[in-house]
């Protein structure tokens, strides 16, 4: 039961925004595949991908995050706090929620950007 709460917890220390707008990630900075973001918040994000054992393996865990081409937000260093089944139409995706590392001035400026622009609040009592 702890364990549960701790996880709760880390998955909860700022405000999160649902992306309502083209967000996505990449998760490996080598590679062009692009994920769906779900929510995002200066602290984290959570978002689908079906990426492979192997490609897991090779994951350097830093992402980057773009909207719109408008906004790229690179080199973001994170932690997987989860990997979970996602409840999708398209089987084999999974939700992943993460919590970003030290983040740089630049970092946080345009993350807060995309928050403005492309997110809508996310209510939770």
């Not at 996880?7 to 967000?23: C, H, I, T, Y």
């Not at 990449?26 to 595949?33: T, Y």
Request: with cysteine.
């Amino acid at each position: 039961m702890m364990k549960f709460w701790q996880k709760f917890g880390e998955q909860r220390r700022r405000d999160r925004f649902l992306a309502k707008e083209q967000v996505f990630v990449m998760v490996n900075p080598f590679d062009s595949k692009l994920f769906p973001v779900y929510d995002l918040s200066l602290s984290g994000a959570s978002f689908y991908h079906n990426l492979h054992q192997e490609e897991r393996i090779k994951e350097q865990n830093i992402l980057s995050i773009l909207c719109d081409r408008m906004i790229f937000v690179e080199r973001v260093p994170y932690k997987i706090i989860s990997d979970d089944p996602a409840i999708t139409d398209t089987p084999f995706f999974q939700k992943r929620r993460v919590r970003f590392g030290a983040l740089t001035l630049d970092q946080i400026q345009k993350i807060s950007e995309i928050i403005v622009y492309y997110t809508i609040s996310l209510d939770i009592a």
